[in-house]
C-alpha cells in the first residue's frame, strides 16, 4: 500500500511525499513509516502514543478515527493511507 | 524574508471568493512549487467552509476534502503549497485562532481583508518552525507573475 506524506511532514521524511509498505493493519503502515523516518513520529503522535488531534489519517476515503476497528483496521496491496494536518482559524 | 510567488490569476480568484462568500469567511488551498525562496502557486482550489455554526468569523476545510485536493495536486505535479481565507471586516492578519489551527509547518497562509463586501489587503504569513511548540508565522512578500498558459490545462482546470 502507499502511504501519501503531506507536504508540513516531508522535511522529516528525507523529502518523500510516499512511501510503499507491506502492512498488514493502518497501524502496522504507521509503524513502517515511523520506522523508516523516526523523525517523524513525535509529529504524529503525542506523548502517549495516540494520533496527535490535528492529525487525520485517512484510509482511502476513510476517516480511520471513524473505522469500526480504527487503527487495527486492515489494509491491503492498492490502498492509500492519506496523513492529512487540520485545516482552520478565523479572525 | 520569504517570497510567495503567486500567478496573478489565482491571486485574483481567492481576493474574488472572498468576495463570494462575504460576510462569511471563504477558504481554499494553494497548489504549486516549493523554490529556495518559497512557494511558487500555480493553482488555487476552493474548499467549503464546514463551520457553518459560525462562518462569518471561522473556517475550517473538512479532511477528506483536502485528501482529495491533494490527490489531485498530485496529479498535477503539484504540492499543496498553502491556503487562503478571508476576514470579513476585519484586517488580513493572523488571528491567535488563525495560529493555534495552524500545523502545515513550511506552508504559507494568506489571508484577505474583505470591507463591506470589497476585497482590500491581502497578506501572506508563511508558518515557520518544525514543531508545534516552535512554530510561528513570518510575514512574506507576495509577488505575482503571469501563468504560462501549458501549466493549466485547458478544460479540465480548478483554478478559479
Known amino acids: ?91 | 524574508m520569504s517570497v510567495l510567488r503567486i500567478a496573478a490569476t489565482v491571486y485574483d480568484a481567492i481576493r474574488a471568493h472572498g468576495e463570494e462568500t462575504y460576510p462569511h469567511e471563504c477558504c481554499g488551498a494553494l497548489l504549486g512549487h516549493q523554490t529556495a525562496e518559497g512557494w511558487r502557486i500555480e493553482l488555487s482550489v476552493k474548499a467549503g467552509n464546514t463551520r457553518t455554526d459560525s462562518a462569518h468569523n471561522r473556517y475550517s476545510i473538512s479532511p477528506l476534502e483536502l485528501v482529495k485536493i491533494e490527490r489531485e495536486a498530485r496529479k498535477r505535479g503539484l504540492s499543496i503549497g498553502g491556503f487562503y481565507h478571508s476576514h470579513p471586516d476585519h484586517p488580513a492578519q493572523w488571528s491567535p485562532t488563525d495560529f493555534s489551527e495552524a500545523h502545515w509547518m513550511g506552508c504559507s497562509y494568506a489571508i484577505t481583508a474583505v470591507a463591506q463586501g470589497k476585497a482590500t489587503v491581502t497578506n501572506s504569513f508563511l508558518l515557520a518552525g518544525t514543531t508545534e511548540e516552535d512554530k510561528r508565522f513570518e510575514h512574506e512578500s507576495i509577488e505575482l507573475f503571469d501563468a504560462v498558459a501549458s501549466l493549466v490545462p485547458a478544460g479540465e482546470s480548478k483554478q478559479e
Open chain 1, 1 to 91: 500500500m502507499t502511504i501519501f506524506i503531506p507536504t508540513p511532514l516531508r522535511q522529516f521524511a528525507a523529502g518523500k511525499d510516499t512511501l510503499e509498505v507491506n502492512a498488514a493493519t493502518v497501524a502496522g503502515a504507521l509503524d513502517e513509516l515511523t520506522q523508516a523516518f523516526p523523525d517523524l513520529r513525535k509529529h504524529l503522535f503525542s506523548g502517549e502514543g495516540k494520533l496527535r488531534a490535528f492529525v487525520n489519517v485517512y484510509l482511502n476515503d476513510e476517516d480511520v478515527r471513524y473505522l469500526p476497528e480504527k487503527e487495527a483496521t486492515a489494509v491491503k496491496a492498492g490502498d492509500t493511507l492519506s496523513i492529512i494536518p487540520s485545516i482552520a482559524g478565523g479572525c
